[in-house]
């Protein structure tokens, strides 16, 4: 299997409830992202992994946790959302060399409703 | 903070018209990227611009980065029902080659 793979697609959990997300890349790709996508808004940059390494939080609420073990795989761990937490989230693989970035393979994401 | 806008946000047409799509920013970037996503899906990747003045094609589409590196557009010449989506362009920041910045989008639609 190729490419960025993300389960479940969709979700729907209550604001007490622990869920994970979890993504895989088959791409040998160095550096992992994820991503909010919420309606009308830009993507929103969550956390950044590099060569497995945390490198980037963008104040983002403790309720996400994220976790890379492997630089192939890379999981979101949620507990005690909000409804406003509601959004597609989208991972992300790239492959960063020296200065240069270009360009992500992103997952179909998941579709997640916390009501 | 290296902002990224988009124009138009929506843009509805009929197949076999010409359409352009603009990316521009106050900030300069040492790349643009553009992507195109369905609903349901992520973005995917249509062209890297890395050269201030690059033109880029790819089939019907035409990409062309600033010769500042502000801004960059992309031009679809014939659109058609599969055109249709999310027009995404985003860019690294200078400081940081990880922190890739988006642009809201404009959503295409080509009627048939």
């Known amino acids: 299997e190729t490419g960025v793979t993300q389960t479940p697609r969709h979700l729907v959990m209550g604001m007490t409830n622990k869920k994970s997300l979890k993504c895989e890349q088959h791409?040998?790709?160095?550096?992992m992202y994820w991503y909010k996508q919420s309606a009308k808004k830009p993507l929103e940059l969550m956390f950044v992994?590099?060569?497995?390494?945390?490198?980037e939080n963008n104040s983002v609420p403790s309720r996400f946790s994220p976790e890379c073990p492997n630089s192939s795989h890379l999981f979101l761990h949620l507990h005690t959302l909000q409804p406003e937490d509601s959004a597609l989230y989208l991972c992300?693989?790239?492959?960063?060399?020296?200065?240069?970035?270009?360009?992500?393979?992103f997952g179909s994401g998941t579709r997640l409703t916390v009501v | 903070t290296q902002l990224l806008e988009q124009s138009p946000q929506f843009l509805s047409i009929q197949e076999g018209e010409n359409l352009t799509v603009y990316c521009n920013s106050s900030?300069?970037?040492?790349?643009l990227q553009w992507y195109r996503q369905e609903p349901g899906e992520g973005p995917v990747l249509l062209v890297t611009?890395?050269?201030?003045?690059e033109v880029k094609k790819l089939k019907r589409l035409t990409f062309q980065f600033g010769d500042a590196r502000k801004d960059s557009s992309l031009h679809i010449t014939a659109a058609q029902p599969g055109d249709t989506g999310l027009y995404l362009c985003?860019?690294?920041?200078?400081?940081?080659?990880?922190?890739?910045?988006f642009g809201a989008g404009t959503r295409l639609t080509v009627k048939p």
């Open positions: 992300a693989s790239s492959q960063v060399l020296g200065q240069g970035n270009y360009g992500y393979t």
């Open positions: 791409l040998g790709h160095n550096a």
């Open positions: 992994y590099n060569f497995k390494e945390q490198t």
């Open positions: 900030s300069v970037f040492s790349s």
């Open positions: 611009v890395v050269t201030g003045g």
């Open positions: 985003a860019g690294p920041t200078t400081y940081n080659n990880n922190d890739m910045r």
